[in-house]
C-alpha cells in the first residue's frame, strides 16, 4: 500500500507502484519476453540507423539506454522504446539539412536532435500537456505516417539495387532512381530483391504453416516475427561464405564492439536553433505514435495510460539516447506487439531487453561484418509495408469529406514537400479542421414526437410543430467562432415565420458559453424583443447556468429559462396572450 507521498512520486516514477508487487513470475515473464525481442532488435536497429544515415552502431546504442530510461519513467508495460522508421526518416531529414559531411558532426547533430526532444517531451510532461495530442487527428497521422512509408521504401531501393541515389521528396527520389537505374548490381540485386520477397512471404504465409504444423497462435506469430532475424543470419553467411564484398556487394563493415561511450549533445547556439523545430515535430509524431501503441495493449489487459507520464518516459528515454551516442526514439508497434504477445508483466522487460542488446554489442558485431546493406534494406521495406493505411483514405472518403481532404493534403504535401512540411501541414490542417467545426455548429430546428415528449429535427422526423413557437437546438459550446451563426440562424428563421410570438434555444448540447456567446444572446433577446417576440432557454446545463447567473443576461433575457424543453413548449403554446414588445 502506497503512502501518500510515495503515491505522489509514483505518478512520476511508475516504478515505485509495480516493483514492490515484482514476483518470480513477473520475473520469468519479462525474462522470456526480453530474450525474444532482444532477437528482433538487433537487426531492426541496425537497418533504422542505416535509414537515419548513421553508422549501424549507433542503432544499437539507441536501444540501450532509452530502454533503462523507459522502464523507470514509463507508464506502459508492453511499449518497447527505442529507434522506429518515421523518427529514423524525420532524422536523417533534419540533419542531412545541415548539409554536414564529417560523420562525426552528422552523429553530434543527431544525438543533439534527441537530446532537444527529450527535453521538450520532459517540459510537455511536466505541465501536463499531454492533451496536445489530440489535436492531430487520425486521418492526418495516417496521411502522414503512409506518406513517410512510401518515401522511406523508395529511399531503400538505392540499397536492394545496389545503386547510387537519393532525396528528400518523392519527386527527387524518383528522379534520383530513374538516372542510376541502368548501373543495377546484380548481385546485390539478387540477394536484396530475394530476402524481400522471403520476408513478405514469411510475414503473409510463415504463421498459417506453422500453426497446420502444430505450434500454437502465440509461438507461431513470434517465430514469424523473428523472420528478420533468420534473414540476417543467413545473408551474413552467404555472404561470408560466396565472397559477396569482394563481388561488389556492400556490406554494413566492421561494427565496433563495446558499450554505448558518454556523449553529452553540442552546445551550438545555431545548431540549436536550426534543430529546434525538427525537434519539436519528431517530438510530436514520436509521442502520438507511442500513446497510440501504448493505448491498444493497456486496454487488452484493461490497464490506463497516462499520457503525461508517457511524456516525461520518452523525454528521459531521448535525454538517455543523447548522452549514450544515440538518436531519437520512441515506442514502437512491432517491437511492443512482440514484447506484448511474449508475455512482458512489467516494463523491467525493456530492461532486460537493453541488457540482451548490451551483450551483444559486445560479443556479436564482429560477426555482423559480412551482413549485406541489401539485407537490412530489404527489413525496412517490409517493416513500413505494414505502415501504408489505404483503409481510413476508404473510411474518411465515404463518411467525412473534409477529413479524407485532410489525410489527402497531408499524404500530397509530405511526399512532394518533405517530412517536416508533411508534419507541418498535417498540425495545421487539424488546427483548421477543428475550428472550422466549432465556428459552423450544427442546428436544428425541433418539434415534438406525437404521444411524447421527446423533440427532434424536424428535417428528419415527423414531429408536431406550433407556428407561435420556434424550437432550435445548437449542437455545440457556444464561443466567439459560433456566435455569429446561431444570432443569423434565429434571426433568418424569424423573419421565415411571420407568425412566431416565442424563440426557445435548446442548450442540452451545449456544455460551455463565453463572454461573446452572452453578449449575443443578450442582442438577439432585445432584437427579437423589437419585432414582438420573446427569446427563452430550455435545458441549461449546471455549469452553463452558473456563467448566465454571474452576468446580467437573465435580467434582460426577456423570456425564460425552463428546465425541459417539453415544459417551455406546453407553458408557451398554452399562453392566451401574445407577447408585447
Excluded at 529507434?83 to 559531411?101: F, H, K, Q, W, Y
Excluded at 497446420?212 to 516475427?225: E, H, Q
Excluded at 484493461?302 to 523525454?315: N, S, T
Excluded at 424563440?503 to 419585432?531: G, K, Q, W
Aim: net charge neutral; hydrophobic share 55%.
Amino acid at each position: 500500500m502506497l503512502t501518500g507521498s510515495t503515491s505522489r512520486l509514483a505518478r512520476w516514477l511508475p516504478l515505485l507502484a509495480w516493483a514492490p508487487r515484482y514476483d518470480r513470475n513477473a520475473l520469468s515473464a519479462d525474462l522470456l519476453a526480453a530474450a525474444i525481442v532482444t532477437l528482433m532488435l538487433i537487426p531492426q536497429s541496425l537497418a533504422y540507423a542505416q535509414l537515419a544515415g548513421l553508422p549501424p552502431q549507433v542503432g544499437l546504442y539507441a536501444s540501450i539506454a532509452p530502454l533503462c530510461a523507459y522502464a523507470l519513467f514509463g507508464s506502459s508495460h508492453a511499449l518497447s522504446v527505442g529507434p522506429v522508421a518515421i523518427v529514423s526518416l524525420m532524422t536523417a531529414a533534419a540533419v542531412g539539412s545541415l548539409g554536414l559531411v564529417d560523420p562525426a558532426l552528422r552523429l553530434q547533430a543527431a544525438l543533439t536532435l534527441a537530446f532537444l526532444s527529450g527535453l521538450m517531451l520532459v517540459l510537455m510532461g511536466a505541465l501536463r500537456l499531454g492533451f496536445l495530442a489530440s489535436f492531430l487527428s487520425h486521418p492526418v497521422v495516417s496521411g502522414f505516417v503512409t506518406a513517410s512509408s512510401l518515401l522511406i521504401a523508395l529511399s531503400q531501393v538505392k540499397h536492394l539495387l545496389g545503386i547510387a541515389g537519393g532525396g528528400d521528396t518523392l519527386p527527387a527520389l524518383l528522379g534520383s532512381l530513374a538516372a542510376h537505374i541502368t548501373d543495377i548490381h546484380g548481385p546485390t540485386a539478387a540477394l536484396g530483391l530475394g530476402v524481400t520477397v522471403l520476408l513478405l512471404l514469411a510475414r503473409r504465409r510463415l504463421r498459417p504453416l506453422l500453426m497446420r504444423a502444430g505450434l500454437s497462435p502465440r509461438t507461431a506469430d513470434i517465430w514469424t516475427r523473428a523472420a528478420p532475424v533468420l534473414a540476417v543470419l543467413a545473408s551474413t553467411l552467404l555472404s561470408w561464405a560466396a565472397g559477396l564484398e569482394a563481388a561488389g556487394v556492400r556490406t554494413v563493415g566492421l561494427i565496433p564492439a563495446g558499450l554505448p561511450p558518454l556523449t553529452l549533445p553540442s552546445a551550438d547556439p545555431d545548431l540549436l536553433a536550426r534543430l529546434a523545430l525538427p525537434a519539436l515535430l519528431i517530438s510530436v509524431i514520436g509521442f502520438v505514435e507511442s500513446v497510440s501503441v501504448a493505448q491498444t495493449f493497456a486496454a487488452k489487459r484493461r490497464l490506463r495510460i497516462e499520457p503525461d507520464r508517457e511524456l516525461v518516459g520518452l523525454g528521459a528515454a531521448n535525454v538517455a539516447a543523447a548522452v549514450t551516442g544515440g538518436y531519437p526514439v520512441t515506442g514502437g508497434f512491432a517491437r511492443s506487439v512482440v514484447n506484448f504477445e511474449a508475455g512482458a508483466a512489467t516494463p523491467a522487460a525493456g530492461a532486460y531487453t537493453a541488457a540482451g542488446i548490451a551483450l551483444a554489442t559486445l560479443t556479436l558485431t564482429p560477426l555482423l561484418r559480412h551482413l549485406p546493406q541489401a539485407t537490412l534494406a530489404a527489413t525496412i521495406v517490409v517493416a513500413v509495408s505494414s505502415l501504408i493505411d489505404t483503409t481510413t483514405l476508404r473510411r474518411t472518403w465515404r463518411s467525412s469529406p473534409a477529413d479524407c481532404a485532410a489525410l489527402v493534403t497531408t499524404l500530397a504535401v509530405t511526399l512532394f514537400a518533405g517530412v517536416e512540411s508533411g508534419v507541418g501541414a498535417g498540425v495545421a490542417l487539424s488546427l483548421l479542421t477543428l475550428l472550422w467545426h466549432a465556428s459552423r455548429p450544427h442546428m436544428a430546428v425541433v418539434g415534438r414526437v406525437p404521444g411524447t415528449e421527446h423533440y427532434r429535427n424536424v428535417e428528419r422526423h415527423a414531429v408536431d410543430t406550433d407556428p407561435s413557437l420556434i424550437g432550435l437546438r445548437v449542437d455545440e459550446g457556444l464561443n466567439f467562432m459560433n456566435a455569429r451563426q446561431v444570432e443569423d440562424r434565429i434571426l433568418a428563421l424569424v423573419a421565415a415565420q411571420p407568425a412566431v410570438r416565442h424563440v426557445v434555444l435548446l442548450c442540452s448540447a451545449v456544455n460551455d458559453i463565453d463572454a461573446s456567446a452572452l453578449e449575443m444572446l443578450e442582442s438577439v433577446a432585445h432584437r427579437l424583443a423589437d419585432m414582438g417576440v420573446l427569446l427563452h432557454l430550455s435545458e441549461v446545463k449546471g455549469p452553463v447556468m452558473d456563467r448566465l447567473e454571474r452576468t446580467d443576461l437573465l435580467a434582460h433575457l426577456g423570456g425564460r429559462v425552463f428546465l425541459s424543453h417539453h415544459a417551455a413548449v406546453t407553458a408557451l403554446t398554452a399562453a392566451s396572450d401574445p407577447p408585447r414588445p
